[in-house]
């Protein structure tokens, strides 16, 4: 089953290597990683999607916590939460093509960001199923290029505590 | 007056307490050498930086403290790995200090550069790479309280050349500031009631420990615990020595190579009781078939380690020493002798493990040991390098003073024998230490006899030479047809030669005549000495367990020899 998890860590260099490579060496399957600070300079927070079992969930989560540098760790996955990525896309539009892609965009509530002769660059948010739907619509006019961050997630209603 | 950061590394290790640094100075680190020149602290030269590592590993289990070890960049750095993991698998804890190419060279493949951090990363409890020169007291302290607190384990601290010569402003004792690094002591109040419930219940219980209880310093809790509740104990090999050989209660080590009694009694219990152990694959043979009708309650200071290898149904996480406590003032003494009857004949059952008919004359490892645990009363420490003659000092040293059994167990790293005696001679100047080794681990660190000699330290060198490397021998004859390959050592040196050229004190032994003599005389010498035992390539470690077999699917001499017959037909 998928997880997703908060992590808290120190923002000091080589944190990233510490967990990335914790990942690769213990066999765990990473399907995304986003860091990013928080609103604690010192502070940054990574939210890793990882796939499997209870019990590799388990592990992943107690190797992690043996890393000094990180803080804290929640698993989103049993709480209401809100999990956003976000993607750019360049798609091949001619200009008659332009109407119909701009109304998938308009369903989407995704936005052109540039246009120019032959393509246009699109630029949407949304959780990953959405975002999957949107490139599922859009392939048809020829997708060129397709930029898209890792996941991001935070928890509904009372925050995550930082200590 | 400003210190440089050189200095305030050497300050901060004595204000740790750091007595003695096994090192291996290098262009990189210097500046750390100026400064330690100045210093209280004593510097030990050994022959290679792996032998630096193996001896603060050795001196750091003989003292309970932090091992300190030291070396330069790029290569001197490389040779540690092989010791930081050593002590990183067997939960030693230890502080590697390597020099690196100044920062401004960093990332540009300058001589003797490595990413020393990059390399160390899966290998260390925790690193560092220091970039700011006031960092320095902060990161060395945080370094030893990482290192000896919680789970122990090596810590690197890697410190650019540019960074050891500037002026060091910060404060000398910093405040400790880890917040993600909260190891849980205490265990779990229900959980321990669980626990305590189960072990009342229990018609056939078992401890299983390991080095989580010496690294607790919780022995004489264990053994009190045990003889209260009347539960046998058997023990992985870095458990070794927490109970006294002899006790009543102890029936060894348990495994590949366990005494059927150790391995009956786990497969017979219906509770387990697994103390600062972790379920090595070594000590359970196939998972399923380990202890199968139990219901096992883990108790360990690593969560991380619940779970890993074996389920638990009560995991206790914190300090065993803690834990142990609280279970001995809890708990009623109780009386278990008809489960301790019940094991008599797996005890028994040790005669029966090694061949029976051979000549009386003939020198065995086994013979050589026992006759060690005589001479010394169990009382020497005892270091061991890795192969067929550190699974016979497990089976047979009956050690009777907790902490000194000292071996590799984890990574299983040939050439840690006599290094890590060094290190426990350095610690205990005034106790018997013996090395035992073999020709193919002693090869591996030979060079410490100058370390040695250069120290004066009285270490004993037991050498089992059987110009083979005859635990690899052992499995080709069991999972090879026999084929041996890559396994001989025709050319090894005469060893009696060698040592003279050391100025040690040498002893040949071949046969059992007067060997309990030659060995009473050898350990009584106040110098290094060597006794070589000559000994048979054909001599196999029993009882062995196949592959994917369970400990109780043990294969002993007899049985041993109706397959080679077997297979001869």
């Given amino acids: 089953m998928r997880h997703t998890l908060s992590v808290l860590v120190e923002n000091r260099t080589g944190v990233l290597a510490r967990v990335a490579g914790l990942f690769g060496r213990r066999g765990y399957n990473i399907e995304s990683l986003a860091v990013g600070t928080t609103e604690r300079p010192e502070i940054s927070r990574m939210t890793i999607i990882v796939d499997g079992d209870n019990n590799v969930i388990e592990q992943v989560m107690k190797q992690l916590h043996k890393l000094v540098e990180v803080i804290k760790i929640n698993d989103l996955t049993g709480e209401e939460y809100v999990n956003r990525e976000l993607i750019l896309i360049k798609v091949t539009a001619s200009t008659e093509q332009r109407a119909e892609i701009m109304q998938i965009v308009d369903i989407f509530r995704a936005r052109i960001v540039d246009i120019s002769g032959k393509s246009l660059i699109i630029e949407a948010t949304g959780d990953p199923k959405k975002i999957s739907a949107l490139v599922e619509a859009l392939r048809p006019f020829g997708i060129k290029e397709v930029v898209r961050t890792a996941e991001i997630a935070i928890v509904r209603g009372s925050q995550l505590k930082l200590d | ?569």
Wanted: hydrophobic content about 40%; charged content about 20%; overall charge negative.
């Fill in chain 2, 1 to 569: 007056m400003t210190i440089t950061g050189a200095e305030a590394l050497v300050k901060a290790l004595e204000m740790q307490g750091v007595k003695v640094v096994f090192g291996y100075p290098g262009g990189a680190i210097l500046p750390v050498y100026r400064a330690l020149k100045d210093s209280s602290i004593e510097h030990i030269l050994p022959r290679s930086e792996q032998a630096a590592a193996h001896a603060a590993s050795g001196y750091a289990r003989t003292n309970h403290t932090v091992g300190v070890c030291m070396a330069t960049s790029g290569p001197g750095a490389t040779n540690l790995v092989t010791g930081i993991a050593t002590a990183y698998m067997d939960s030693i804890p230890m502080v590697a200090i390597t020099g690196q190419v100044s920062t401004a060279m960093v990332g540009t493949d300058a001589f003797q550069e490595v990413d020393t951090k990059g390399i160390t990363l899966p290998i260390t409890k925790h690193n560092y790479l220091i970039t700011n020169t006031d960092d320095i007291p902060r990161i060395v302290k945080e370094a030893f309280h990482i290192a000896k607190t919680g789970r122990p384990g090596p810590v690197v601290i890697d410190i650019p050349k540019n960074i050891a010569e500037a002026p060091c402003k910060a404060k000398l004792d910093p405040p400790l500031d880890l917040p993600g690094y909260k190891p849980t002591y205490k265990g779990h109040p229900s959980q321990i009631k669980n626990a305590v419930n189960l072990i009342e219940q229990a018609k056939r219980p078992v401890l299983y420990i390991g080095g989580g209880i010496i690294n607790a310093q919780a022995e004489p809790l264990l053994v009190q615990f045990a003889e209260k509740q009347q539960i046998p104990v058997v023990s992985t090999l870095m458990g070794i020595g927490v109970m006294d050989a002899n006790h009543p209660l102890y029936l060894g080590m348990l495994g590949l190579h366990g005494w059927p009694a150790a391995n009956m009694a786990v497969n017979n219990c219906d509770l387990l009781l697994c103390m600062g152990a972790r379920f090595d694959d070594r000590a359970t043979g196939s998972v399923p078939g380990f202890a199968p009708n139990a219901t096992v309650v883990h108790i360990d200071i690593d969560p991380a380690e619940i779970g890993k290898n074996a389920p638990s149904q009560v995991p206790i996480v914190g300090d065993i020493h803690m834990i142990l406590t609280e279970l001995l003032h809890k708990m009623e003494a109780c009386d278990r002798s008809g489960w301790l009857k019940e094991l008599e004949p797996y005890r028994a059952m040790r005669d029966k493990v090694y061949p029976q008919d051979e000549d009386p004359n003939k020198l065995t490892a086994r013979a050589v040991m026992q006759a060690i645990s005589r001479i010394t009363e169990g009382k020497a420490i005892m270091t061991t390098d890795v192969g067929q003659h550190q699974m016979t000092a497990a089976q047979f040293y009956e050690i009777q003073k907790p902490g000194r059994f000292i071996s590799s167990g984890g990574l299983g790293t040939m050439g840690y024998g006599l290094s890590a005696a060094v290190g426990a001679q350095m610690a205990a100047p005034n106790d018997l230490v013996i090395c035992i080794t073999g020709d193919g681990s002693f090869q591996m660190n030979m060079a410490e006899l100058a370390t040695a000699k250069e120290q004066r330290l009285p270490i004993k060198v037991i050498l089992f030479n059987n110009n083979c490397l005859a635990l690899v021998r052992q499995l080709q004859d069991t999972y090879c047809d026999a084929e041996y390959y890559g396994v001989f050592m025709p050319g090894n040196p005469d060893f009696i030669q060698l040592a003279k050229a050391y100025d040690m004190a040498t002893y040949r032994l071949t046969e059992n005549k007067n060997m309990e003599e030659t060995l009473r005389e050898a350990l009584s010498n106040d110098k290094l000495t060597l006794v070589e035992c000559v000994i048979s390539e054909e001599d196999m470690i029993f009882p062995y367990i196949r592959n994917g077999e369970s400990i109780n699917q043990m294969v002993m001499a007899e049985e041993e020899m109706k397959n080679r017959a077997k297979r001869k037909k």
